[in-house]
Structure formats: structure tokens, C-alpha cells
T-cell receptor, first 110, second 114 residues
Framework: KQEVTQIPAALSVPEGENLVLNCSFT??????LQWFRQDPGKGLTSLLLIQSSQREQTSGRLNASLDKSSGRSTLYIAASQPGDSATYLC?????????FGAGTQVVVTP | ETGVTQTPRHLVMGMTNKKSLKCEQHLGHNAMYWYKQSAKKPLELMFV???????ENNSVPSRFSPECPNSSHLFLHLHTLQPEDSALYLCASSPGKGPWNEQFFGPGTRLTVL
């Protein structure tokens, strides 16, 4: 059974610092991995999708890497802003099912 | 309307009530999903529909009854719920049900069961 872990559970950084969010998974037989953002009480916004054949994906200040063999993905957010405050979820697609981690709650202080 | 919409956004119901959650996708997708997000727990997949056929039911209690009348609409009918069913219910859609498909989520319905 696929298990997805996100560490740390919460993170607070001053504005301008780079953010590093970690996601690990137990079964390397994945099709893809998605990173989502969730604002309090709201739905999920897809940030990046990395297919299993890819090593990284970039979108603006966001960069996500994938190391399937070690069961890890990292989301980097450069030059963080207060508007980046949210919960970040990673989800691994195994056999057509998305398995979610519990998320990392991020606070960026001005 | 664009993307995936859900109504109502908030719902409070008693344990003896019957209510329904509605999801509509405007993306031309063929697969739709219901997820449950309880406090401090990861999202849990409840149901998957592909071309209006239920292809997945993740051991969900029968007090939750999904319905997919067409590829654009998905309902979750609720009856005799328990307080522990209080959660954020999220709907998602994808172009197909294959694992390479990206899922797009709605804003969710916040359900409180008294």
C-alpha cells in the first residue's frame, strides 16, 4: 500500500527566504506526482505535475524535483511572499489512485 | 462558469436529514471523483466515475450514495449521517480515468453534521 509522508508538518519563514517542502513515498511504482496548494477552507489548486519519466518541473518561482528510485519529491519556492502562505499537498498517482500526504502548512511572515 | 464548481459551499445538517452535494465540471472531462478531507487527515478517495459508470468505491458507508447522470455532473446523496462525517468534501475531474490524467479540483463543500 502506498504511503505518502510530508515533512515538516508546518513551516514559518520570513519573506524573501526560499521554501523547501519535502514529500516521500513508499512505493516507487508511480505514474506521476502532483503538488497542490490549499488555502484555508478551500479546494485544491494544482501547482505542478511531474510524470514518472521526468526529473523536474518548473513554473515561475516553483520548481519540483522527483527521484522515483528513492521515493522523494521536493518542492522549491523561490523568494517567498506572504501570499505563498497556504498548505501544500503532494499526491502520488499509483495505479490510477491519488494518494495524498497530510500536507505542510506554510506561513510566510512580512 | 469555468473549471469545477460545487454547491452548496457550506451545509449544516442533522443526523436524520437527507441532503445532496452537487458537482459540475465545465472542462469536457470524462472522469469525476469524490474525496473526503477530515481535519488533520490526508484526503481520502471515496468514489470514481468514468463515463458515468462507477469504477471505484473505497469501502464507503452506504449512507453516502453517489450519482453520475452524465459526464458533467456528479452528486453525493447523504442520509442518516454521523457527526464524524463532518468534513470538507471535494469533487475533482480529469480527462479520463487513466493514471496519467491530471485531476482538477472544485472548491469543496464544508459539511457539518450535528
Amino acid at each position: 500500500k502506498q504511503e505518502v509522508t510530508q515533512i515538516p508538518a508546518a513551516l514559518s519563514v520570513p519573506e524573501g527566504e526560499n521554501l523547501v517542502l519535502n514529500c516521500s513515498f513508499t512505493d516507487s511504482a508511480i505514474y506521476n506526482l502532483q503538488w497542490f496548494r490549499q488555502d484555508p477552507g478551500k479546494g485544491l489548486t494544482s501547482l505542478l505535475l511531474i510524470q514518472s519519466s521526468q526529473r523536474e518541473q518548473t513554473s515561475g518561482r516553483l520548481n519540483a524535483s522527483l527521484d522515483k528510485s528513492s521515493g522523494r519529491s521536493t518542492l522549491y519556492i523561490a523568494a517567498s511572499q506572504p501570499g505563498d502562505s497556504a498548505t501544500y499537498l503532494c499526491a502520488v498517482n499509483s495505479w490510477g489512485k491519488l494518494q495524498f500526504g497530510a500536507g505542510t502548512q506554510v506561513v510566510v511572515t512580512p | 462558469e469555468t473549471g469545477v464548481t460545487q454547491t452548496p459551499r457550506h451545509l449544516v445538517m442533522g443526523m436524520t436529514n437527507k441532503k445532496s452535494l452537487k458537482c459540475e465540471q465545465h472542462l469536457g472531462h470524462n472522469a469525476m471523483y469524490w474525496y473526503k478531507q477530515s481535519a488533520k487527515k490526508p484526503l481520502e478517495l471515496m468514489f470514481v466515475y468514468s463515463l458515468e459508470e462507477r469504477v471505484e468505491n473505497n469501502s464507503v458507508p452506504s449512507r453516502f450514495s453517489p450519482e453520475c447522470p452524465n459526464s458533467s455532473h456528479l452528486f453525493l446523496h447523504l442520509h442518516t449521517l454521523q457527526p464524524e462525517d463532518s468534513a470538507l468534501y471535494l469533487c475533482a475531474s480529469s480527462p479520463g480515468k487513466g493514471p496519467w490524467n491530471e485531476q482538477f479540483f472544485g472548491p469543496g463543500t464544508r459539511l457539518t453534521v450535528l
